[in-house]
């Protein structure tokens, strides 16, 4: 027959392991945590990255289209300049000027609704 000291120790025992079996699944759960956590960190950096790259060939296309637009223009004033067509400037020049910047920038980026 197990003496009351016995069945003390028995039950300090049982509680022991209780308490280390938690220590041992919450390290793991903590570990678990961890990898999920860098996890998480490591996709967040690859869309960070597949973005970045996604960005810089859309700004790419936008420099391309501002260049082809521009050499256009400038063609065209050169062609006019030759043919004796240049106007004098008007006075409302300056919002024309504000107007087609802000239309051929629209045009450019897709705000217009092209793009």
């Known amino acids: 027959m197990a003496t009351t000291?016995?069945?003390g120790t028995d039950d300090t025992e049982e509680a022991i392991n209780r308490v280390l079996g938690a220590e041992r699944d919450a390290r793991a759960a903590i570990e678990?945590?961890?990898q999920q956590a860098?996890?998480?960190?490591?996709?967040a950096?690859?869309?960070a990255r597949h973005l970045a790259a996604h960005t810089d060939v859309r700004i790419g296309k936008v420099h391309a289209r501002c260049s082809l637009a521009l050499g256009?223009?400038?063609?065209a004033l050169?062609?006019?300049e030759q043919a004796g067509d240049v106007a004098p400037p008007a006075a409302h020049d300056d919002e024309v000027l504000v107007a087609a910047v802000e239309?051929?920038?629209a045009a450019l980026t897709g705000d217009d609704g092209t793009a």
Request: glycine share 0%.
């Open 5 to 7: 000291e016995q069945l």
């Open 32 to 34: 678990r945590c961890v």
């Open 38 to 43: 860098a996890a998480t960190v490591d996709a």
């Open 45 to 47: 950096r690859q869309r």
């Open 72 to 75: 256009r223009q400038i063609e």
């Open 78 to 80: 050169l062609r006019q």
């Open 103 to 105: 239309h051929l920038a």
